[in-house]
Nanobody, 115 residues
């Protein structure tokens, strides 16, 4: 069974930085695209960033130049480095992957950007 366990998140002032981490188990991590989503209460979940098995990255326009997704295939982890954070980045962030015919999700990490 695939498990995704997140760490990081919290409260940060506007302009600050946070790093989210997601540890995967139960899968051959290096073979799969990993994703970070975020969701604001009452809104649809938004795809923030993806990183392919080959390390190709993509970002939603609102975070380009501020967020960086990366992966460590040795330790089966994916990261989201978030810089120059804005209040509108406030959300619950989820790591995710699609494997063995279904989607798997981390438990979610609250990121709050506020002064």
């Amino acid at each position: 069974q695939v498990h995704l366990v997140q760490s990081g998140g919290g409260l940060v002032e506007p302009g600050g930085s946070l790093r989210l981490s997601c540890a995967a188990s139960g899968m051959n991590f290096k073979l799969y695209t990993m994703k970070w989503y975020r969701q604001v209460l009452g809104k649809e979940r938004e795809l923030v960033a993806t990183i392919s098995s080959g390390g190709i990255t993509n970002y939603t326009d609102s975070v380009k130049g501020r967020f960086t997704i990366s992966r460590d295939n040795i330790r089966s982890r994916v990261f989201l480095q978030s810089n120059s954070l804005k209040p509108e980045d406030t959300a619950v962030y989820y790591c995710s992957t699609s494997a063995y015919g279904r989607d798997f999700w981390g438990q979610g990490s609250q990121v709050t950007v506020s002064s």
